[in-house]
């Protein structure tokens, strides 16, 4: 073990102990003799009688000066800004409730006096009474000390629980009020999809009657009809089963089929087990979509979207895939740009929802076409009762 020099702030802490331990122990020195003095003076007074009587029963009186204690106490706390003023108003509310106590007990002692025969009355005069209170006075000194210090332990725990509980509070009201707002920028995410949606079907439907398509743009109408409602259905939830995202994921392809025909070609390979996991609500329509618009919709030749999904070591693995342009195989490790508002917002809604116990990644194909994988922690949730 090293010993190292104290440092100087240590150097004057052991100053200030040492200066108090000396004044401690001179007081117990002069005390300890004051005390045979004032005990050989109360033998000679007979004072002992006056000490014995009811003096037990005296000490209760020290049950009084607890309210009082407390009220100074609080009154005149130690803080920083005001400790001069704090310790002047304790020293002098502390004497006068000691003399207040002091007092009490000479009178409880003398109190036989009323029911004593004068021959036997317990003597009252200043002799006896100086006598007995310097005698007492050490005992009551630090019975004094006593009560006041564990008052302040009191109040300082009582303090300290309700701060604790004060803090707690306002630690569940900031986490609340984090969630409300999380809530709130989820929602007006999700909320910046359905223009986008309703822009891109509507576009569809003018393209088909441009082409007076008139049966296939009603269709779409009638698709679309069914498939807003079913959004509202899902208003207010943030996350749902994964087989209700599906279910959503059909019935706007539905309408893609109108628009394409046989230009357009699905595949879904969704694994049973992982229809009760719960996803983000509209999470996988952007990136379908994005799909569509960069692979399908510039292809000439039918394609496929291909839709799949997994678990795989306590994760759930979704992946989307399309086959591209034609004839626009693209080197590995170098993607094509595919942004815009959906795909974006779907990156923000994922990190406000996992923060980075997520992973999104776009891949191009060698063949064509791209990857999307969209791994998501494994959580369940039943789908009859919407997430939270």
């Not at 200030?16 to 000396?22: E, M, S």
């Not at 009252?124 to 019975?143: E, G, I, K, N, Q």
Request: with cysteine; aromatic share 8%; net charge positive.
């Amino acid at each position: 073990m090293r010993f190292s020099l104290p440092s100087p702030e240590e150097r004057s802490e052991l100053k200030v102990q040492l200066a108090l331990f000396f004044a401690v122990s001179l007081l117990l020195s002069l005390g300890y003799h004051g005390q045979r003095e004032l005990r050989a003076m109360a033998d000679r007074e007979h004072v002992q009688q006056l000490l014995r009587g009811w003096d037990g029963f005296a000490w209760f009186v020290w049950l009084l000066a607890a309210p009082a204690m407390l009220l100074l106490i609080r009154r005149f706390p130690l803080g920083r800004r005001q400790i001069r003023r704090s310790l002047v108003g304790l020293l002098l509310g502390s004497g006068a409730i000691f003399l207040v106590v002091t007092n009490l007990r000479f009178l409880l002692r003398v109190l036989p006096n009323i029911w004593l025969p004068p021959a036997a009355a317990l003597p009252v005069d200043w002799s006896h009474y100086s006598v007995s209170t310097l005698l007492l006075l050490p005992m009551d000194f630090l019975t004094y000390c006593s009560f006041f210090f564990a008052t302040v332990a009191i109040d300082y725990h009582f303090k300290y629980r309700a701060r604790a509980a004060e803090a707690l509070q306002l630690e569940l009201h900031a986490a609340q009020l984090q969630s409300n707002l999380a809530r709130a920028e989820l929602t007006a995410l999700r909320g910046q999809l359905h223009p986008h949606f309703l822009f891109n079907s509507f576009n569809a439907v003018a393209s088909l009657v441009r082409q007076r398509r008139n049966d296939a743009a009603v269709e779409i109408i009638a698709q679309l009809s069914a498939l807003l409602r079913l959004a509202v259905e899902r208003t207010g939830r943030q996350e749902l089963p994964l087989d209700e995202e599906i279910d959503f994921i059909r019935r706007y392809l539905e309408i893609e089929r109108v628009r394409f025909g046989d230009k357009l070609r699905l595949d879904f390979a969704i694994d049973p087990a992982v229809l009760h996991a719960a996803v983000p609500n509209l999470v996988l329509q952007p990136l379908v979509e994005n799909a569509i618009k960069h692979g399908i919709s510039r292809r000439i030749e039918p394609g496929t979207v291909r839709l799949a999904a997994l678990r795989v070591d306590g994760r759930l693995q979704l992946e989307i895939v399309d086959d591209g342009p034609d004839g626009s195989p693209v080197e590995p490790g170098v993607a094509p740009s595919r942004g815009g508002i959906g795909l974006s917002n779907t990156r923000e809604r994922l990190t406000r929802i996992y923060g980075s116990d997520y992973r999104l990644e776009l891949t191009p194909r060698s063949e064509g076409g791209m990857r999307v994988s969209l791994d998501l922690p494994w959580r369940p949730v039943t789908s009859s009762a919407p997430a939270a």
